[in-house]
């Protein structure tokens, strides 16, 4: 995957350089390149706080670019990162924070100063934009037909389409089915048309049912299954299983033992005589995701009452001057 990462810095400076927005044009935009090369000629006046940010957000430009190895991490677990460009964000942010005590640095930050950089950045990014939507309709076209609907990754949406492209299950006008693939789960693209259909099935029985057959919550989705027949057996759903300890299922309101085919569908056992049932699954939250997001929290509030203690510290020093 990264054999042929070819994001190097010279590719950086000239995507920002262009302002370019769009799939393959990650960058910085030419308004924060232009600030960052500025802030070297007024490094001096920065704190010993701010010069380890700039050095920091600088360093990070050049790890997200191909200067950085990362061909030789493509078989570690950092390979869960994909595209090392989107460090990029972090990034941005840090220069920005630069950006800013630059611009103070350069007494810019007054009313008229601030009203002659906001008008040739809003200038450029409407340029930008414009440039973008002119490339996007040249490059691809309005979603209009069933065939473009079902393959939509090429496609552009207006209001027209808006509502079929949301949801790419929804039974089209010639009887068919949206089955675009996209990310699904490996064993399960050998079934995904029936899995799209929203079919359920029970030894030979099968049946595809509807939208409004089916609800969805938050973390939760429940089908209403009506008429089934009077069999007892395994019932598939049109649900793929990940991780089977990261699901509940509850029949009719009671918690039963959730199964998993070859698909990777889930299954219940549903007994005999038992034909109009409820059926909701209900996805448990891992519990390392909730110490990540307990530990972002925490982080985030250390960080507000640190920014709070810096002002009050500021302060506090400005009135023992004055």
Known sequence: MWDNYDYSPLKLIQLSLTNAIGMDSENIGIVLLLLTFMSVCF???????????????????????????????????????????????????????????????????????????????????????????????????????????????????????????????????????????????????????????????????????????????????????????SDSGRLTLPFVIYDKNNYNVYLNSRKVELYENKYSQLQIYKDKNLQNIDVKVKYIVPIKYKIASTVSLVVVGICILLLLYIRYKNRGILYVRQ
């Not at 699904?184 to 359920?200: G, T």
């Open 43 to 229: 490094g001096r006046k920065m704190s010993i706080n701010m010069k380890k940010i700039y050095v920091t957000s600088v360093l990070l430009l050049l790890f997200v670019t191909n200067i950085f190895p990362w061909m030789l991490l493509q078989h570690t677990p950092l390979k869960v990162i994909q595209f090392p460009w989107r460090f990029l964000s972090i990034g941005i942010v840090l220069l920005s924070v630069c950006a800013v005590v630059t611009l103070n640095n350069m007494h810019f930050l007054k009313i008229g100063s601030i009203v002659l950089i906001i008008i040739p950045s809003l200038i450029v990014m409407i340029g930008s934009e414009q440039n973008f939507i002119t490339s996007e309709k040249s490059m691809y076209h309005v979603a209009r037909s069933d065939e473009d609907i079902a393959s939509p990754w090429d496609k552009l949406i207006d209001f027209n389409n808006y509502d079929e492209m949301l949801s790419m299950n929804q039974k089209t006008d010639k009887n068919t089915y949206f089955t675009y693939y996209d990310y699904s789960k490996k064993n399960a693209k050998e079934n995904l048309e029936s899995i799209f259909n929203h079919e359920v099935s029970i030894g030979s029985y099968r049946k595809s049912i509807s939208n409004k057959d089916i609800e969805s919550g938050y973390q939760e989705v429940t089908y209403k299954l009506r008429e089934l027949p």
